[in-house]
């Protein structure tokens, strides 16, 4: 079975710096999708950035950007110029065959 | 553009009582899946709706846990009888197309279920 590690369990980081946040997996697969999610204090959880494995090129969303290491399994979240209201927990998930997996999360806290 | 929407949104109940959560997707959305999201862990995949067929419960205990999704459009996850374990908050999200799981999944606001 495919299993989501996130080593982190909390970060904090001051208004307007990067940060980096940490997810590894393990599969047997050669397809499938990873994705982090945000879950903002009381408020519904979204989606952050998605990364399909077979594109070798990393995905971007604006200040958000991933650093896909197929090989070794890993898939880190970058959060430039950080705000204020980036301050959730960040999900990594796998997803492959009907199967989705979410890692245990970190708590990020953006500081003024 | 309605969310996902979930009721109720708390529960408190007491061992071997049974309860029903209730879930209404965005409109047009083909997948639905249950979580459940246990305190200081990731929500876990019980249960995935295509329309109104099941496309995986692999993790849904089934001796205490049932789910149905009729019509294709509102779904309903009932627990009987629950345990102090089954506390957790129970999480709906819904996907606009079948068997995409690359798809962007749109999440309710979850209903907290407290076990006594």
């Known amino acids: 079975a495919q299993t989501v590690t996130q080593s982190q369990p909390e970060m904090s980081v001051q208004e307007a710096e990067t940060v980096t946040l940490s997810c590894t997996y393990d599969?047997?697969?050669?397809?499938?999708?990873l994705f982090w999610y945000k879950q903002p204090p009381s408020r519904q959880m979204i989606l952050v950035i998605r990364?399909?494995?077979?594109?070798?090129q990393n995905a971007t969303e604006n200040r958000f950007s991933v650093n896909f290491q197929k090989a070794a399994k890993s898939f880190s979240l970058k959060i430039s110029d950080s705000q204020l209201g980036d301050t959730a927990m960040y999900f990594c998930?796998?997803?492959?065959?009907?199967?989705?997996?979410f890692g245990a999360g970190t708590r990020l806290t953006v500081k003024p | 553009e309605a969310g996902v929407a979930q009721s109720p949104r708390y529960k408190i109940i007491e061992k071997r009582q049974s309860v029903a959560f209730w879930c209404n997707p965005i409109?047009?959305?083909?997948?639905l899946y249950w979580y459940q999201q246990i305190l200081g862990q990731g929500p876990k995949l019980l249960i995935q709706?295509?329309?109104?067929?099941?496309?995986?419960d692999s993790q849904l205990p089934k001796d205490r846990f049932s789910a149905e999704r009729l019509k294709g459009v509102d779904s309903t996850l009932k627990i009987q009888p629950a345990k102090l374990e089954d506390s957790a908050v129970y999480l709906c999200?819904?996907?606009?197309?079948?068997?995409?799981?690359?798809?962007?999944?749109?999440f309710g606001p979850g209903t907290r279920l407290t076990v006594l």
């Open positions: 999200a819904s996907s606009l197309t079948p068997g995409q799981g690359k798809d962007t999944q749109y």
């Open positions: 599969t047997s697969e050669n397809n499938y999708y």
């Open positions: 990364q399909e494995a077979y594109k070798q």
């Open positions: 998930a796998f997803y492959n065959n009907n199967d989705m997996r």
């Open positions: 409109s047009g959305h083909a997948t």
């Open positions: 709706f295509q329309n109104n067929g099941v496309v995986d």
